[in-house]
Structure formats: structure tokens, C-alpha cells
């Protein structure tokens, strides 16, 4: 793909192809600053823990081991429906 878009510049003529290069070379250096991780002196991230906003969630309260047999009973001794 890169080796067509080359070529298509070259054919439009060589102020194209000479822009064309030029936005390529600038383009390769800035995705491989982004690689390497930037400048050193500059952080990449807070010196610190960024506290979320959010209120922290409240803890769920554990389910009973016997739950289905309560429910079972709840069902089974329930007021019957009359047809």
C-alpha cells in the first residue's frame, strides 16, 4: 500500500511526491516518539494515584448457603390459586 501511494505521488508530478515524503518522514518519527514513550524528563503519568470521584460500592451481602431451601418452602406453602 505505502509502495502505491509513493507511486501515485511520483506520477502526479514532483511537488506531490515531494509533500507526500515529506508527511510520510513526519508521520514514521511521530508514531516512533510515540513508541519509544516520548521525551524522558516529561512523566508519562501522575506522580501520584488519581482517586476515583465515585463513591466507593457498597459490599454485597453474602447469600445464605441454605437459599434455595427457604425459597423451595416459600413456593411449596404459598396460598394456592383456585380455578
Known sequence: M???MFLIAWLRGP???RR???FYVVGMLFLFYCLIGGL???PASPAHA???PYPEMPKPNPIPPN???VLRKRVN???R???
Open 77 to 79: 406453602s404459598g396460598p
Open 81 to 83: 390459586m383456585a380455578n
Open 50 to 52: 488519581v482517586k476515583s
Open 15 to 17: 511537488g506531490t511526491f
Open 20 to 22: 507526500f515524503a515529506l
Open 40 to 42: 524522558p524528563r516529561v
Open 67 to 69: 437459599t434455595a431451601e
Open 2 to 4: 505505502t509502495r502505491l
